[in-house]
């Protein structure tokens, strides 16, 4: 068997945990394979609203596994919080929930050296959430990182320590801040029991023992393809490969063993934090998508900026991740416009191009719109593809021709049964 893979093409917040929720019924697995805590993957159905920060999507699925992968780097604070909504929601995970023995593992003092760097950075913040991400997979990628499977070892708090003095010592270069580390060790190291408590395992093995058996594994990804750490915006990007190469080392398993690569993207275009943004938008038309869209982060609850989508860099990160399939996300958002515009160019460096610069903060870059007749009316309730108003199906065939990939769902609201089939069997 083959694995699958779903992310986001756009900068984070395209709608994965919902379209991994729904494909989950066609899996055996769910497996995270990159990103930390500063993910928040949204989930609504049956009146309840869950946001998961290191949990794959696929938990709330009875029956199915689900794996926090090497790739990720997991804070046992923020995950002890999200274990305990889940038992409060009656989520039964205990021997669902699997964990990666070579996943890092963030520390306290990874928050603290997070916060007063940027803090150090001052108006060229990139824009952190601060959950300590970069430190983590900065120790990770320096040799001196503390994995899942060191909690096991008699050792560990000697390992502890001396990563802690490291990080004591490069903290003296930097800004005071106000950060409690003896109260955010005390609740580290009793958070550590709810990561004792759950089923470590070698990743590898247990992901390529699973394909071995014929069974189906979605692979999960966290942000967006343009906040990848080699290809996305440099340097107001995350920490790691966001795209689907970094599945292979994100989980282990070979090239050879990708199968579909489905693309999600909203049907318009938003950001967090610092960095360009091609198409944003500053005026009553940014600020009604934000409102209409409710376009706050579900991790540090900023508001996210807002704009048209940008066909170029859609190309961009399809290209980059092989993509086979195609999700849109928030179409609902666009219902009350009169006017839909979209992004289909790029002029810069004197020349009209559909490619990206290679520095996309350094080169000024202006979009050349298209602009489409929007379909003014609520699409609640609409369950079949061809019951789309005429117009918004004229929207997504044009994204399809430009972005040469078939879109095979839409979704039309956060409820879980909000979503449109296109080409493709409903199992929900």
């Known amino acids: 068997m083959v694995i699958d893979v779903i992310l986001g093409l756009q900068w984070g917040d395209e709608g994965k945990g919902k379209i991994v929720d729904y494909l989950a019924t066609q899996y055996d697995v769910v497996a995270r394979f990159q990103g930390g805590p500063n993910a928040g993957h949204t989930l609504k159905f049956d009146g309840q609203k869950f946001v998961l920060h290191t949990v794959p999507s696929g938990i709330f699925r009875k029956e199915l596994i689900n794996l926090i992968g090497n790739g990720v780097v997991i804070d ?115 958070a550590l029991d709810s ?28 942000q967006g393809s343009m906040l990848d750490i080699d290809f996305g915006t440099y340097p107001f990007v995350t920490s790691s490969n966001t795209v689907t190469a970094g599945v292979c080392n994100g989980l282990g398993v070979a090239p050879k063993n990708i199968g579909e690569v489905i693309g999600i ?32 982060g579900a991790t540090t609850g900023r508001p996210r900026r807002c704009g048209w989508i940008d066909l170029p860099q ?39 191009t559909d490619r990206l610069p290679y520095d996309l903060c350094g080169v000024p870059v202006e979009p050349l719109y298209k602009s489409y007749p929007g379909w003014k009316q609520a699409l609640d309730g609409v369950m079949d593809y061809d019951d789309l108003p005429v117009n918004a199906k004229a929207y997504l065939a044009t994204l399809e021709h430009h972005l040469g990939v078939p879109i095979t769902m839409v979704s039309t609201g956060p409820e879980r049964k909000s979503l449109i089939l296109k080409g493709v069997e409903a199992t929900v």
């Not at 929601?89 to 699997?98: C, I, K, N």
């Not at 003092?109 to 007063?116: C, K, Q, S, V, W």
């Not at 601060?130 to 499977?149: A, E, H, Q, S």
């Open 76 to 190: 046992p604070i923020t995950l002890r919080r999200e274990l305990g909504g889940l038992r409060e929601a009656g989520v039964e995970y205990a021997d669902r929930l699997l964990v990666a023995k070579k996943a890092h593992l963030i520390v306290p003092t990874h928050r603290y050296l997070d916060a007063a760097s940027e803090t150090a950075k001052g108006h060229a913040k990139i824009g952190s959430t601060l959950k300590g991400i970069g430190p983590t997979y900065m120790d990770k990628t320096g040799r001196n990182g503390l994995r899942v499977g060191d909690i096991l070892l008699e050792e560990f708090q000697e390992r502890y320590n001396t990563l802690k003095q490291k990080h004591l010592g490069l903290l003296a270069a930097l800004p005071n801040i106000d950060f409690d580390l003896e109260t955010e060790e005390k609740k580290w190291f009793e």
């Open 195 to 222: 990561l004792r408590s759950l089923k470590m395992v070698d990743g590898e093995y247990f992901i390529n023992q699973q394909l071995a058996e014929g069974k189906r594994v979605l692979a999960e990804g966290a």
């Open 314 to 352: 859609l190309k961009y990160t399809i290209m980059l991740n092989g993509v086979t399939q195609l999700v849109i996300t928030k179409i609902d958002v666009l219902n009350k416009f009169e006017k839909i515009k979209a992004a289909t160019k790029y002029r810069y460096d004197g020349q009209v």
């Open 265 to 296: 993207t909203k049907a318009y275009c938003t950001r967090v934090g610092s960095g360009p943004f091609p198409t944003e938008l500053f005026d009553e038309d940014g600020e009604f998508l934000r409102k209409e869209g409710q376009e706050f």
